[in-house]
């Protein structure tokens, strides 16, 4: 097999369709060199076309981006041995959002999801020597109000239209994020030689464990390309363990058992290790490999225990029969340009959360299905994942295309990721039943538009494709209402929201707790990195912009003012306001901890930033530490 990797130098520029194109940028309008992996976002930045949009109030300036369409462009050379192959892929595992794919001027396909890969058969396309290829995105703002406009306003908070996107729906803007709504390639793209057959969504799942032994099963798909014979060759091995099998195949899937004695177990951080085995797949014809494809796995089991109590009914999470007291924080992406994160900010930002005594991080609906590394590293560091579907806060269609959107994602979604053994819930959305229930206190979480994705679509993929761990279908939800605090699991934005000091988390006996948090001004130079001197006052508008709540900034002042005295100069500003959001989030955790296990969880709102912000994050955009994080490392 021979891959050509098509990233790196491309040329970009705007195509000004809907006449959306300031005056001021017409320099967009020519050719320009682009990165991919990348962003319109960064490419722009880099040909200094426009400033940076963290910068003072420069998001204001950059609106016009998400309006018009941008037009990507490369050549590359194909050699002749490559079209020998029986067929040749083009790979594309990410393109936001609304792309046209031509080939040497002719029609490849066209894509409408940023969060899965796309595989297009191309071979007849290509000639040996010199091709082109081009990407036509679409303006992801103009795409989505006609949509709105044509099947309807939906019940979603801040920009409705996104929910007919399905993209990164932060990318909008959020209550701690700027509207910044990218379009680009922003992962991976090549192309892949096909001989005789390939491997495809391999699965090892855990059977039965048992002191003495495990039983695995494992499956893969072979995509058999040519007449030949293929023969599979596997290989599962672990520290104490090697297994070798060998069979001639012909159907499109093969599922076998094994047996592995003295299993090591895969535990959470603070409970044991984290030992991986390993699987690796071959497949041949006669003595040539076509393909191989190696995929680490840990053995683990993972039960959600809801039984009655005087409370209401338990939320305890069981991993290998042992209960687990879940202590973590949400996660968003770490930037809004994504292809922009280096894999060390993953690593640094979890081991911070695993040095924290941390062994839960829930990944927020609004943003994305993580980059590989993020997974990979909460498998070595023991840290459980609660993993949304990226659905947040609002109704979402109905419409037949919609429901089917969503199924071929969620499938794509759960094949990618079932084989990490952090993963602990797979949970349909973020808010979106409590949103509506909350509006609408005579229905019911199932007359909400889009319900069936979440009750009957995710729960069938989830149980059809993997079936090792929970589907939860809300954070929050439960029987009755969908934030109760009897039963299921909970938001607690009573407080700070509605303006009540943290002393009244005590008042909350919620059963796990995925969501409740306290705002802190982000680090002084990550704040003055973003800013002028003259910027550098508490209510500046320049502060004030840098804080995406509604009434954030008043809610800061208050509450300060009641615990530490308010200061109106800037550096004791902000370390006045992290003091008393590292004093709330310990008061908060303390009292549930106490409560081990009526309540059995608590993960507050939030790890990360995606730029400098006053936010509820207790690591900032420049990865510094606000006081909440030194405190997370002794209440948790």
């Not at 040749?88 to 990410?94: D, F, K, P, T």
């Not at 409970?271 to 680490?296: C, H, K, N, W």
């Not at 695993?354 to 590293?377: C, L, P, S």
Request: proline share 6%; charged share 25%; net charge neutral.
């Amino acid at each position: 097999m021979k891959t050509i990797d098509l990233n790196g130098g491309w040329q970009f520029k705007a195509v000004d369709k809907y006449k959306r194109l300031p005056t001021l940028y017409r320099a967009a309008s020519r050719w320009m060199n682009a990165e991919v992996p990348g962003t319109v976002h960064t490419d722009l930045m880099s040909n200094k076309v426009i400033a940076d949009p963290f910068y003072r109030t420069n998001e204001l300036d950059v609106q016009w981006i998400d309006s018009v369409q941008w037009l990507y462009r490369r050549e590359f050379a194909v050699p002749e041995e490559l079209l020998n192959s029986d067929d040749v892929l083009l790979n594309a595992e990410g393109l936001d959002t609304y792309a046209q794919i031509t080939i040497n001027g002719k029609p490849v396909a066209e894509t409408c999801n940023m969060f899965i890969g796309h595989s297009f058969s191309v071979k007849r396309l290509l000639c040996p020597g010199k091709n082109s290829i081009e990407i036509l995105f679409d303006s992801p703002e103009v795409r989505s109000r006609a949509l709105e406009k044509k099947h309807g306003p939906l019940r979603v908070s801040a920009e409705p239209q996104r929910a007919y996107v399905r993209k990164a729906q932060y990318s909008f803007g959020w209550d701690w994020g700027p509207k910044l709504t990218t379009s680009g390639i922003w992962r991976n793209i090549s192309l892949e030689a096909v001989r005789s057959g390939r491997l495809e969504h391999p699965f090892v799942r855990v059977v039965s464990v048992s002191k003495s032994k495990a039983v695995v099963e494992l499956s893969i798909d072979v995509q058999k390309t040519g007449r030949k014979p293929l023969t599979l060759h596997s290989t599962v091995f672990g520290e104490r363990f090697t297994m070798e099998r060998e069979s001639r195949e012909d159907s499109p899937r093969v599922t076998f058992k094994v047996t592995i004695p003295k299993p090591q177990l895969w535990w959470p951080n603070g409970y044991g290790s984290q030992p991986m085995y390993r699987a690796i797949f071959t497949l041949f014809s006669g003595t040539r490999a076509l393909d191989q494809v190696e995929v680490p796995f840990a053995i683990r089991t993972v039960k959600l225990l809801q039984e009655k109590d005087a409370e209401g009914k338990s939320f305890i999470l069981e991993i290998n029969n042992t209960k687990i007291y879940c202590k973590g924080a949400d996660w968003i992406p770490s930037d809004n340009f994504l292809p922009r994160i280096p894999d060390s900010t993953y690593g640094r930002l979890l081991t911070m959360a695993k040095d924290a005594h941390m062994n839960m991080i829930r990944v927020w609906g609004g943003g994305i299905y993580e980059q590989d590394i993020f997974y990979d590293t909460c498998d070595q560091l023991g840290l459980l994942v609660w993993q949304d579907f990226m659905y947040a806060c609002g109704e979402y269609p109905e419409q037949r295309w919609f429901l089917n959107q969503a199924k071929e994602e969620a499938v794509a979604v759960v094949q990618r990721l079932r084989n990490h053994p952090s993963i602990a819930v797979w949970c349909g959305n973020n808010e979106s039943e409590w949103m509506f229930c909350t509006e609408n206190p005579d229905k019911t979480a199932d007359d909400m538009t889009g319900a069936p994705i979440f009750s009957k679509i995710l729960p069938e993929v989830c149980g059809d494709h993997d079936g090792t761990r929970p589907y939860w279908r809300s954070s929050p939800f439960g029987s009755g209402f969908p934030n109760a605090e009897s039963n299921g699991n909970h938001h607690q934005w009573m407080v700070w929201s509605y303006w009540k000091d943290f002393t009244e988390y005590a008042n909350d006996s919620a059963r796990f707790v995925t969501e409740f948090g306290f705002q802190a001004v982000a680090n002084t130079k990550t704040m003055r990195e973003a800013m002028l001197p003259v910027d550098c006052h508490p209510l500046s508008p320049v502060m004030e912009h840098h804080n995406k709540q509604i009434e954030g900034p008043q809610r800061l002042i208050r509450f300060m003012a009641a615990h530490h005295g308010f200061s109106e100069q800037f550096d004791e500003f902000i370390y006045r306001s992290q003091l008393v959001q590292a004093e709330a989030l310990k008061f908060a955790v303390e009292h549930w901890r106490r409560r081990k296990f009526a309540t059995a969880g608590s993960l507050f709102w939030q790890l990360n930033d995606c730029w400098p912000v006053s936010s509820w994050a207790v690591i900032d955009s420049g990865l510094r530490p606000k006081a909440a994080y030194y405190f997370s490392k002794k209440f948790f």
